[in-house]
């Protein structure tokens, strides 16, 4: 189906949504969001009336069956993600979902398989897919500025935060039957995802997990190694009980090498034996922005475009799934 103007609802109206990505809804042309949905409703007619939106639901039902709405964009906690999503898909919609795509590789399965035999899109929020620095980064790879890439290394690891440390009152992302795990769900996703954007899919997988600073129960520290399709090979460290924040990914080649960082605005650093060159980027104003832009022109002209999809997310989650064996 083509939309003259797709018209957006949001289940979840939390803090993701305020800046990052409720009003980008707003200013791509053709498309317009108008409706929210969050469970304490004057929570929603507090976002509505805030952000210009008509219709506020504390339903999702009714936002999703809403004959005014015409795409469902997904912003709940990942534990929700495949019900509402099979619910949208049920109701013929198109689906942007937040990422983590769910909790593990087989509800991912499951949501594509629903959106597949409803006929209907399935989109997934890893929006550094759309976004300059990354397109960078994909261009000079694929013009072979560091020739042949041998391997990818990915470091990151950051001061545990106070919220964190409270027990009776922990965050979602590092509550398992919500997140699916703790913040290397959260937090790595990002840079798998955007491997498998550069790199292509990873076919294989290995790691360990474990908990070592014991203010929660899910992993706190993750280490993984894995082999793309393409031959490359890969390793990651994460940690998010550490001394400072560190956040680095180092793409090797046979005739030089790229630096940079998946959530940080440092320069993206190509270094070859003629020297280095930098590349600095600023931060879109919403950061989902560029990724919205491609999913409308995909509903709005029938076009291929948007470079994050069901079966690209659900990649992402089965690496995740292999690294933390589960």
């Known amino acids: 189906m083509i939309y003259e103007k797709v018209r957006w609802g949001i289940i979840g109206c939390g803090d993701v949504t305020e800046k990052k990505s409720g009003p980008a809804f707003q200013k791509i042309a053709g498309s317009e969001l108008v409706a929210v ?15 210009g939106v008509r219709k506020w639901y504390d339903d999702a039902d009714a936002l999703i069956n809403d004959p005014e709405v015409d795409a469902v964009y997904i912003a709940t ?10 619910k949208a898909a049920a109701a013929g919609k198109p689906v942007y ?21 409803a006929g209907v899109p399935l989109y997934v929020a890893y929006y550094r897919r759309a976004q300059e620095r990354f397109l960078k980064i994909k261009e000079l790879l694929e013009e072979q500025a560091i020739g042949d890439v041998r ?9 545990p935060g106070d919220d964190v440390k409270d027990p009776d009152h922990l965050p979602w992302r590092v509550q398992p039957d919500i997140a699916g795990g703790g913040l290397f769900f959260d937090l790595a996703s990002h840079t798998l995802d955007i491997l498998d954007f550069l790199l292509g899919p990873i076919q294989e997988a290995k790691g360990f997990s474990s908990n070592q600073a014991g203010y929660y129960e899910a992993e706190d520290m993750v280490t993984g190694t894995y082999q793309f399709q393409s031959g490359v090979h890969g390793v990651g460290k994460w940690c998010f009980a550490a001394f400072e924040d560190v956040d680095h990914n180092e793409i090797v080649g046979s005739k030089g090498k790229i630096s940079f960082s998946t959530f940080g605005d440092d320069p993206v650093i190509l270094t070859t034996v003629e020297g280095q060159q930098e590349w600095r980027f600023e931060r879109p104003e919403h950061v989902h922005q560029p990724l919205v832009e491609t999913i409308v022109r995909e509903l709005t002209q029938d076009k291929d475009g948007c470079p994050s999809t069901g079966e690209s997310g659900a990649r992402t989650n089965w690496v995740m799934d292999e690294i933390v064996g589960k």
């Not at 949905?37 to 952000?51: F, I, N, P, S, V």
């Not at 906690?77 to 099979?86: A, I, Q, V």
């Not at 391997?151 to 001061?159: G, H, I, N, P």
Request: net charge positive; with cysteine.
């Open 77 to 86: 906690p990942p534990g929700s993600h495949k019900e509402y999503t099979l």
């Open 97 to 117: 979902v937040e990422k983590p795509m769910a909790r593990n590789a087989e509800e991912c399965r499951e949501m594509v398989a629903a959106c597949k035999e």
């Open 37 to 51: 949905m969050r469970r304490t409703g004057e929570l929603a007619k507090d976002y509505a009336e805030r952000h």
């Open 151 to 159: 391997f990818v290394s990915s470091t990151q690891y950051q001061k």
